[in-house]
C-alpha cells in the first residue's frame, strides 16, 4: 500500500508503540500534522515552546523509561529544540526528535525558514539523519528509535524535508536493524565479573558508587539485592538517585558538591569502590588528584569511552549493567564462606562510618519566623505519595530536594544533571504527568528558573494535567548567590530578582489555583491543600532569603574539604 512520508511517519511511531507526541506545527511540517489529525492512536500535546516540548519528551522518557519524542517545524522552530536535545544528550536519555525541513532542492539557498540542524545538533545528538528519499523513510526511523534506546541510549533527530514528507512509496516496516560500526556490547565478560566480586570480597573498605545508568538499564532490583547480600554501603549521584533506597541502612545517600558528610568520606576513605552505569563527573570526584587516593577501582558501563576517561581503573567492565549485576549477584551466591568472612572483617568500617553520620549528619538549623526550604521539601516527602515522581528545575531547590527529599525508587526524580537546564523542571514533570495521568507528579522550581518556562502553565491546564508546583521562592538567583556570598564578597551582582510576581494570581490567571505560604506554620496546611486540588495547583514558599545548600565542596577542593552547617 502507498503511502506519503507523513503518513508513514506516523505509522512508524505506531509500529514503535509511541503513545504520545509532544510537538508544535509549522509550514515544514504541516502535511505530518494534516495526518496526525485522523491519527487517534498517538496523542498529541501542544506546548508553548518547542523547548519545551523536549523537555516533555525527556521527562516522559526518564518516567517511563520508554523513548519519548517530539516534534518541531524548521528554522526557529528547530533551533529552539536544541536546549532540550542538549539536556537529554548530557544525561543519557532517549528521545527521538522529528524536525521538518524546506524542500531538499531549496537546502542549501537560505529559504525562509532554513537552518541546518543537522550540523547544528551533531555535537548534542548520539545520532542524527536528514532524510532524502522516503524510500528511506521508514529504515532510517527504525534506526533512530534503535540508536535512541540501545547501548548508552541518547536523543537521535531526524529532519524531513516538505517534499519527503508529501511523496509516496510503499510502507514496509523492517524488523530488525543492522548498523555497521554499531554494535553494543551488552554482555560483562564472566572472569572480568569474577575477578570484580574477588576484589570486593578482599577489601576492608568498601563503597559502591552508583550512578544514571543504574536506573537507565532498569537494574536498581538487581543493584539493591547485590549491595544487600554484602550489606556495602551505597553512595548516589544526583542522576542515580532512588536506584538505591535512600531510607536503607546502607544507604550514604548522595556524594560530590552538595553530597553528605559521610557519603564523601567514605569516598576519601575507601580501599574499593564498585562504580556502577556512572561516569566520574567533576561534581562527584572533586579535585581529581586527591579523589579517592587509596582505591581500587572497578568500573561497569555499557559505553566503553566512559571507562578511564576521567579517572584511572584497576577493573574495567563493558556491558549492560543490568546483566552485569545479574553476573555478579550469581558470583556472590556461589561463595556464602567467603560473604560471611567479608562482612566480618568489614564491620569496623561500618562503625566508622555510622561515626561520621554522627558527627556530621545531614541537618539544617529549624526557624519558626521563616521558612526553611529543607523544611518544606521534608514537608513534600511526609505528604506525598509513596510512588510520586518528583521533578526539579535547577539549583538551590534542586540539591534540597536531592538531600532531604529521600528518594527510595527509580524513575521518582527528574532532574537536569549533565547540562544543569534551567527551566528543564515544568515541562519535564508536564511529559511525566501525560505517561502517569493517575500518579502524583510534583515539580520543585526556583522562582528564577520557574520563570522560563512558565507558559507551560498553559499546557497544563488545556490538557486537565494535575501537576503540582512548588516554588522556593527567595527572589535571588539562589546558587549563584551563594557562590557571590562565599566566594565574591557578597557582590550581588545580577541575581537580585526583586521585580515582585503574585504566583497565585498568575496561577488564576492561567485557570489553575495557588496557594501561598509566608510563615512556617503554614508549610503543612498549604501542601495540603496543594495536594488535595485536582488541577494543576501553584504552592509558592516564600522561604529565607540567604539559605545556603550545604554542605558544599568549593570548586576545586577536595571532596573532604567541605563547607558544612556551622
Sequence with gaps: MKMNGARILLECLKKEGVDTVFGYPGGTVINIYDELYSFKEIHHILPRHEQAGVHAADGYARATGRVGVAFATSGPGATNTVTGIATAYMDSIPIVIITGQVPTALIGNDAFQEVDIIGITRPCTKHNFLVRDVKELAGILKKAFYIARSGRPGPVLVDIPKDVQIAQTEFKYPEKVEIRGYKPNLEGHPKQVERAIEMLLDSRKPVVYVGGGVILANAAEELTKLCNMLDVPVTTTLMGLGAYPEDSPNSLRMLGMHGTYYANMAMTNTDVMVAIGARFDDRVTGKLATFAPHAKIIHIDVDPTSIKKNVPVDLPIVGDVKDVLFKMIKEVEAHPDKVKAFKEATREWHEEIAAWKGKHPLTYKHAANVIKPQYVIEKLRELSDSDAIVATDVGQHQMW??????????????????????????????????????????????????????????????????????????????????????????????????????????????????????????????????????????????????????????AGASLNEMVLNA
Design 401 to 554: 530536594t536531592a538531600q532531604f527529599f529521600t528518594f527510595t525508587k527509580p524513575r521518582t526524580l527528574l532532574s537536569s544533571g549533565g547540562l544543569g537546564t534551567m527551566g528543564y523542571g515544568l515541562p519535564a514533570a508536564m511529559g511525566a504527568q501525560a505517561a502517569f495521568p493517575k500518579r502524583q507528579v510534583i515539580v520543585v522550581c526556583g522562582d528564577g528558573g520557574f520563570q522560563m518556562n512558565l507558559q507551560e502553565m498553559a499546557t497544563l491546564v488545556q490538557n486537565r494535567l494535575p501537576v503540582k508546583i512548588v516554588i522556593l521562592n527567595n527572589n535571588f538567583l539562589g546558587m549563584v548567590r551563594q557562590w557571590q556570598e562565599l566566594f565574591f564578597d557578597k557582590r550581588y551582582s545580577s541575581t537580585c530578582m526583586e521585580q515582585p510576581i503574585d504566583f497565585i494570581k498568575l496561577a488564576e490567571a492561567f485557570g489553575a489555583k495557588g496557594f501561598q505560604a509566608t510563615k512556617t506554620d503554614e508549610v503543612e496546611e498549604t501542601i495540603k491543600n496543594g495536594f488535595a486540588y485536582d488541577g494543576p495547583v501553584i504552592m509558592e514558599f516564600k522561604i529565607a532569603r540567604e539559605e545556603k545548600v550545604l554542605p558544599m565542596v568549593p
